[in-house]
């Protein structure tokens, strides 16, 4: 059996963005389902400002992790959740187990 988490990320110029994405990324790293279940990370990343975009791009590629897979990367991808979902749906098999996350909230200031 093999198990995959499926990780939306998009970056917007919150000013507390990539605080929020490394938190994310630093509890999957240090979680026991990280350590012990899953087989791989398939990052699908969008953003609408182009140096925000980027760095998270780079950040991904950068981890000293060979589970975390950028799938899909486009800017200003206007499929929102859809183009993480369609690639886990088009991914799909019977002998794996999914998990899907996203970085919900990014986007929201002041609330």
Do not use: W
Not at 44 to 57: F, R, T
């Amino acid at each position: 059996m093999k198990y995959v988490l499926y990780y939306h990320i998009f970056v917007t110029d919150h000013p507390q963005a990539f605080e929020i994405i490394n938190e994310q990324i630093d509890t999957i790293k240090n979680s026991v389902l990280h350590h012990q279940y899953l087989d791989s990370i398939q990052c699908c990343i969008s953003g609408n400002v182009m140096e925000n975009y980027c760095k998270v791009n780079e950040i991904i590629s950068n981890l000293d992790n060979n589970k975390f897979r950028i799938r899909y990367s486009k800017f200003n991808d206007q499929t929102s959740e859809r183009m993480t979902l369609n690639r886990l749906m088009s991914d799909v098999q019977a002998d794996t187990h999914y998990l899907y996350i996203h970085s919900k909230g990014v986007s929201i200031q002041n609330q």
